[in-house]
């Protein structure tokens, strides 16, 4: 039986705060090709940080229900809905909430390129709710062997990365950098990195995340707090001292993109997938003499969220996190903005 009412976490202006309200929910209102999805665990993003705080070009909706690494279970269908979901699949919210698959861009699989693209947790209420509507069409299909709780990080974080790993195009041996690899985004790229049978070098700062680094599988890990010359450093990590095939910015720092430009040995591809508020500067003359790449990469499409979490369900990579309550959003926050958190946290969304 569907309630009336629900507990979401709701912004009301940019650069404020969140807080926990009861909401109504839509069940009686889904239009053609909707679902609604009864949603137990939310992973939380930086991005949901960067929205509420209006950090982007591009204006967040406001009132807004931020998250976009929803798990949940399927309750009920709008018309046609049943075209890609049936009631009680196990099931997951992704960023692009939906996308036309009718342009150019979707039918080459580039969806989030989409110029219709929805965005949960932006522009589509997200996954800091217990019931969310959903385009059934962009929902992932959740793995048997794969619980809700786990696969939750991996539908944007997972999913990201994974994509990145790929946009890299390292060979099996080739050394990869990953910036931020024990936040929510890096932990997932040292493990898919790995799998892939590149060398990882992890950079980001203090022990925990040091540990993290290493035991999901870097070879090396370097703390730019500590370090003095970040970039003699990671060329010296690398396997043969001309510095590592790519780098994957995984943090929101500008300072990152600096640094992996002037690392980056010659015909190396900076991936560009950490959103901080800045430029890249590439100077032309190095970027030429070098003949770097540098690609943006932007989330995943439907099948790189169905492969990411079907790698995680054969037991390759798994997303490590700590489980809080929906109620503790503003101290989760908190504690991102200040760089506390290692790995991602998943919200209980009935706690
Ligand atoms: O599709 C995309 N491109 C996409 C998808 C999802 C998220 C982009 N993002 C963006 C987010 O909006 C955010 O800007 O990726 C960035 C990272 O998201 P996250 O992994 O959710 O953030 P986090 O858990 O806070 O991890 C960031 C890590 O970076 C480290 C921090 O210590 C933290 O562990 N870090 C920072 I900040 N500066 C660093 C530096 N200079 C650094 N690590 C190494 N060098
Ligand atoms: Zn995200």
């Known amino acids: 039986k569907i309630p009336n009412e629900q507990k979401a976490a709701i ?20 239009k053609r090709g909707e679902a609604l999805v009864r949603l137990i665990y ?5 991005t949901d940080l960067h929205a509420i705080l209006g950090d982007w070009p591009i204006d967040a909706k406001m009132p807004l229900i931020g998250g976009h690494e929803g798990a949940g279970v399927v309750v009920a269908l709008g018309e046609g809905a049943d075209e890609f979901v049936k009631k009680g699949d196990r099931v997951g919210i992704k960023w692009i909430a939906d996308s036309c698959l009718k342009c150019d861009f979707c039918r080459r699989g580039h969806e989030p390129n989409c110029p219709d693209a929805q965005c949960s947790g932006y522009t589509w209420d997200g996954t800091f709710q217990q019931y969310a509507v959903a385009s059934a069409r962009h929902l992932s299909h959740i793995p048997d062997g794969l619980d809700l709780e786990s696969a939750s990080p991996l539908l944007c974080a997972g999913v990201t990365v994974y994509r990145a790993v790929k946009e890299a195009k390292l060979l099996p041996g080739n050394d990869v950098v990953i910036i931020g690899s024990g936040g929510g985004l890096g932990h997932l790229a040292v493990q898919y990195a790995s799998n ?16 993290l680094s290493i035991q999901l599988g870097c070879e090396k890990f370097i703390d730019f707090q500590k370090e003095k010359d970040l970039v003699q450093a990671v060329k010296e990590a690398s396997s043969d001292g001309h510095g590592p095939h790519a780098a994957i910015v995984a943090a929101s720092s500008p300072k990152a993109y600096e640094q992996a430009l002037d ?11 950490g959103l901080p508020v800045t430029d890249i500067k590439a100077n032309v003359f190095w970027t030429v003499f070098k003949s770097l790449n ?9 099948q790189d969220a169905q492969e990411a979490l079907d790698i995680a369900a054969r037991g390759k990579v798994k997303a490590i996190y700590k489980t809080l309550g929906l109620s503790d959003l503003p101290q989760v926050y908190d504690d991102m903005h200040h760089g506390k958190i290692a790995g991602r946290i998943v919200l209980d969304l009935d706690k």
């Not at 939310?42 to 930086?46: K, P, Q, Y």
């Not at 049978?197 to 925990?208: C, H, K, L, P, Y």
């Open 196 to 211: 892939a049978g590149a060398r990882v070098i992890g950079i980001d700062t203090g022990s925990e995340k040091e540990k």
């Open 42 to 46: 939310s992973g939380v993003c930086h």
């Open 263 to 273: 690392y980056l040995r010659p015909r190396g591809t900076l991936v560009v997938v």
């Open 11 to 30: 912004c009301r202006e940019k650069g404020g705060k969140v807080t926990i309200e009861n909401a109504p929910i839509r069940s009686n209102e889904l």
């Open 294 to 302: 540098i690609v943006g990469s932007y989330v995943g499409n439907r």
